[in-house]
């Protein structure tokens, strides 16, 4: 069973910066689709932003050259680097992992809050 652990979120004004941070455990993190997802409120959750365990990546057209995922596999951590944030970009955050054993299995973080304030 993988652990994911997402921090960083906060209160920002429209604007500012927020790096946020999922440290994975319970795997050999170098193995691990990972990726962002959010969820605002009353809507579905959406992706964000993924990398794969080759350091592909992929953005969803809302957040393209605003936001940067990154991993380190040192660290078994993803980041996801977000700036000139808006409020629409508020939302709960979720760090999300996938492995393939004998067959894929998912896995999701517990999730943490941005506020972009007007």
Same mark, same amino acid.
């Given at each position: 069973?993988?652990?994911?652990?997402? $921090?960083?979120?906060?209160?920002?004004?429209?604007?500012? $910066?927020?790096?946020?941070?999922?440290?994975?455990?319970?795997?050999?993190?170098?193995?691990?689709?990972?990726?962002?997802?959010?969820?605002?409120?009353?809507?579905?959750?959406?992706?964000?932003?993924?990398?794969?365990?080759?350091?592909?990546?992929?953005?969803?057209?809302?957040?393209?050259?605003?936001?940067?995922? $990154?991993?380190?596999?040192?660290?078994?951590?993803?980041?996801?680097?977000?700036?000139?944030?808006?409020?629409?970009?508020?939302?709960?955050?979720?760090?999300?992992?996938?492995?393939?054993?004998?067959?894929?299995?998912?896995?999701?973080?517990?999730?943490?809050?941005?506020?972009?304030? $007007?």
């Amino acid at each position: 069973q993988l652990q994911l652990v997402a $921090s960083g979120g906060g209160l920002v004004q429209a604007g500012g $910066s927020l790096r946020l941070s999922c440290v994975v455990s319970g795997s050999d993190f170098r193995f691990l689709d990972l990726a962002w997802y959010r969820q605002a409120p009353g809507k579905q959750r959406d992706f964000v932003a993924g990398i794969t365990r080759g350091s592909r990546t992929d953005y969803d057209d809302a957040v393209k050259g605003r936001f940067t995922i $990154s991993r380190d596999n040192a660290k078994n951590t993803v980041y996801l680097q977000m700036h000139s944030l808006k409020p629409e970009d508020t939302a709960v955050y979720h760090c999300y992992a996938k492995i393939l054993t004998t067959k894929w299995v998912d896995y999701w973080g517990q999730g943490t809050q941005v506020t972009v304030s $007007s």
